[in-house]
């Protein structure tokens, strides 16, 4: 039983927690004590309730909440949802997103809105939720989302996909400014190539254009990194600890990179 002089856990919120980075993110912020609201899509559910009973074997408290970010009801309920379960709301981590891979000449009008609905259209609804959540409560917050190198610099093939992140840095930028004086920071993290599921698809979608074995093109990236690997999602899970820790609360407004030096401006 909880202490009555115990400190009340933070919440934080993750988005697509069911795989890949946004799992290890929610297991991270467990271990840092943070009470879960984790969100994917309804086709994920059991994907989602494992990491649902990860978590709690930890000893902290999580809620599954079925969610499609693109959508505003979803959203609200998500945050609604959060807070009826485990009473407010700390951090919102924004880190849904999908990557198809096609050509400019290829690219269809509908593909890039389906791009832009997850990954703009999701980010922004999970901010402006989280935020008049936490603007009522009065005691700050941190909105995190996933951006990407893609964010920073566009590459062939992915221009839907990097101008989607182009525009997660802009909203990002402009909940920054907004929120400031309510204690609220707002910053994205900017991976290089991660491998997982997500980038699984990439690499066979280039190395399939390419004419090349499948695979190939991550171990290139293995290569040509400084550090001779690719990011794991803990070593994002890590920098999103961070901006969700006390020693990151006068960093906002920023694209936090963690690339091994893959990248450099
Ligand atoms: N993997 C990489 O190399 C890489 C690099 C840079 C940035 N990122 C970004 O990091 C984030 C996570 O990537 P990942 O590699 O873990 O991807 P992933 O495909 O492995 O996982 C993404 C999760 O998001 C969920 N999702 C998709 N659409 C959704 C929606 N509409 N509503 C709710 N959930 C939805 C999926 O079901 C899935 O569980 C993404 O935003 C991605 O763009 C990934």
């Not at 221009?159 to 920054?176: D, E, H, I, P, T």
Request: glycine share 8%; with cysteine.
């Amino acid at each position: 039983m909880t202490s009555p002089t115990a400190p009340t856990p933070r919440v934080a919120i993750v988005t697509g927690a069911a795989q890949g980075i946004g799992r290890a993110i929610s297991l991270r912020l467990a271990s840092e004590g943070f009470s879960l609201g984790i969100a994917d899509l309804s086709s994920s559910i059991d994907k989602l309730q494992d990491v649902v009973r990860e978590v709690e074997q930890m000893g902290v408290r999580c809620v599954a909440i079925p969610t499609d970010v693109s959508k505003e009801k979803d959203v609200y309920e998500l945050v609604a949802q959060t807070v009826t379960a485990l009473g407010r709301l700390d951090v919102m981590v924004a880190n849904a997103g999908i990557a198809p891979v096609a050509s400019f000449l290829e690219m269809t009008p509908e593909l890039l809105d389906t791009i832009y609905s997850v990954n703009v259209r999701g980010v922004f609804l999970c901010y402006q939720a989280a935020a008049k959540q936490m603007i009522k409560q009065g005691k700050g917050g941190r909105l995190i989302a996933a951006c990407s190198t893609s964010g920073l610099r566009t590459g062939p093939n992915v221009s839907g996909y990097c101008s989607s992140k182009f525009a997660v840095r802009a909203l990002n930028q402009g909940a920054a400014l907004e929120f400031g004086k309510y204690g609220i920071t707002a910053n994205v993290y900017c991976p290089t190539v991660v491998e997982t599921d997500m980038w699984k698809n990439i690499d066979e979608h280039i190395t399939n254009m390419q004419g090349i074995e499948a695979g190939t093109y991550t171990q290139k990236r293995r290569d040509l990194n400084p550090m001779r690997r690719n990011a794991t999602p803990e070593d994002i899970a890590g920098m999103v600890a961070f901006l969700a820790s006390k020693d990151a609360s006068f960093v906002s407004g920023q694209a936090m990179q963690v690339t091994g030096a893959d990248w450099l401006s």
